[in-house]
């Protein structure tokens, strides 16, 4: 009898849960992406592409194609999609195991300045620096919008959507990246000031390293609560064992 396992994925550890997955006896994986990357790398397991429509969306998707846990192990700020596997969840009484990495913590030398939002974030540039190294991602870009006199560098997989700064240049990128590619890159655009997500994790963690060395201050957007009586796991041996499948 096998076992149907739905993961949530776009993140390196929906990619290291879904290549585990493949390599139980008796477990069929489908690991969906919700397409904002148009390249995404191979993926194990079957992969879906799109929305579900909804929490009422995913509980049906999950009774038709009969899953019997599901795993979401997308970016922390995917706060909706979670929200959603929560209440569909519910609803099936489909076992839900929420994967989220452990988020970054200010080390000694470190000028952090944690906000709630990107609008807290945007209120504050203005006071810490003109020329902004801004890593949120291509879709947060319009709480910043209105910052006319500021220089704004902006490093996204794919290019960003608008509304967007004025002033504004794109660096196309995909991580990991380096303390010295970092370095080059803050000093090269003479960044005074960085903003990001607490997206935790190691591939984009340099940048961090970087803006301590240089002394430059951080605006930290701080990453939105679990739906209430959620808990989440650290890594894909976590996901694993709460999953209680067979060994390969």
């Not at 990619?15 to 493949?22: G, I």
């Not at 489908?30 to 990357?37: D, F, K, N, P, W």
């Not at 592409?49 to 846990?69: I, Q, S």
């Not at 709630?116 to 910043?144: I, K, N």
């Amino acid at each position: 009898m096998s076992v149907h396992v739905l993961v949530l994925g776009g993140t390196t550890e929906a990619r290291e849960v879904a290549a585990a997955l493949a390599g139980r006896p008796g477990v069929r994986v489908t690991i969906s992406l919700a397409g904002r990357v148009s390249r995404p790398g191979p993926l194990d397991g079957e992969v879906r592409v799109g929305g579900f429509g909804g929490a009422d969306g995913l509980a049906a998707w999950l009774r038709e194609h009969r899953v019997d846990a599901l795993v979401d192990a997308t970016h922390p700020f995917a706060e909706s999609i979670t929200r959603n596997a929560a209440r569909a969840a519910t609803a099936t009484g489909v076992p839900l195991v929420v994967l989220r990495r452990p988020g970054w913590r200010p080390e000694p030398g470190d000028r952090w300045h944690p906000v709630a939002s990107m609008a807290a974030a945007a209120r504050l540039l203005p006071e810490l620096g003109r020329r902004v190294f801004l890593t949120t991602g291509r879709l947060d870009l319009a709480a910043f919008a209105h910052l006319a006199e500021l220089h704004f560098v902006v490093r996204s997989v794919e290019p960003p959507e608008p509304p967007m700064p004025p002033d504004v240049q794109v660096v196309l990128a995909r991580g990991p990246f380096t303390l010295s590619d970092e370095t080059e890159l803050l000093r090269a655009h003479r960044v005074d000031v960085l903003v990001t997500k607490d997206s935790g994790g190691a591939a984009t963690a340099a940048k961090l390293t970087a803006a301590r060395q240089l002394g430059l201050p951080v605006v930290v957007v701080r990453r939105p609560p679990l739906p209430q009586g959620v808990t989440a796991v650290p890594d894909a041996r976590a996901v694993l064992e709460r999953l209680h499948l067979p060994a390969p």
